[in-house]
């Protein structure tokens, strides 16, 4: 029998990045309202629901490990064409290999026996769980591999969001829309 762990995206990430999302595009609506713009509010409101159920999509992906292999999977109601996923068999991992981003952090990919390469996912709750797991079934040396971003960072980025949610909540408000 396999024992499997699933790993879901840090729900302070998913939290953050919605919250952000609706802070930056709820209040476009009622700009167009109020400007007299050419897009309808009615429209916008569309298009924003239908981004903010792409961005959820998005931020679904959860990370399974069993004793076969990792896996990026995605719920089935997602389209397969929009987000795909990846699996990979313990036994094709050649090794795991930093990347330097543009921003000057770092990542890591499996590479596999093929030469392909697969981003780690770097975003879930348990991180330290996950590497320490990947460790014990490749043999492969983790003790240097950190998440991308802290959770400090996306408090201070949550609690900026917070205080532009509540910046618009008071403009609409005394603007008497």
Do not use: C
């Given at each position: ?35 007299d713009?050419?897009v309808?509010?009615a429209?916008?409101?569309?298009g924003?629901?239908i ?5 959820y999509a998005?931020?679904s992906?959860?990370v ?16 397969r064409?929009?987000?795909k ?13 930093p990347?330097?981003?543009?921003q ?25 769980r996950?590497?320490?797991l ?12 950190y ?7 996306y ?7 917070l ?14 829309l």
């Amino acid at each position: 029998m396999t024992s499997q762990k699933v790993f879901h995206l840090s729900p302070l990430i998913r939290i953050t990045l919605l919250s952000l999302y609706v802070a930056l595009t709820g209040p476009l609506p009622f700009l167009s309202q109020v400007t007299d713009a050419p897009v309808p509010p009615a429209l916008l409101w569309v298009g924003i629901s239908i981004g903010l159920v792409a961005l959820y999509a998005a931020l679904s992906e959860r990370v399974i490990l069993d004793d076969q292999g990792i896996q990026v999977a995605y719920p089935k109601w997602i389209p397969r064409f929009f987000r795909k996923g990846w699996s990979l068999p313990w036994s094709s991992v050649k090794e795991l290999k930093p990347r330097t981003t543009g921003q000057g952090g770092l990542v890591y990919y499996f590479l596999s026996n093929e030469g392909k390469a697969y981003l780690l996912p770097m975003r879930v709750a348990g991180f330290a769980r996950l590497v320490k797991l990947v460790e014990e079934k490749t043999g492969i040396d983790t003790t240097d591999v950190y998440p991308l971003a802290q959770p400090w960072m996306y408090f201070i980025l949550l609690g900026f969001t917070l205080l532009l949610l509540l910046m618009d909540g008071w403009t609409m408000i005394n603007y008497e829309l």
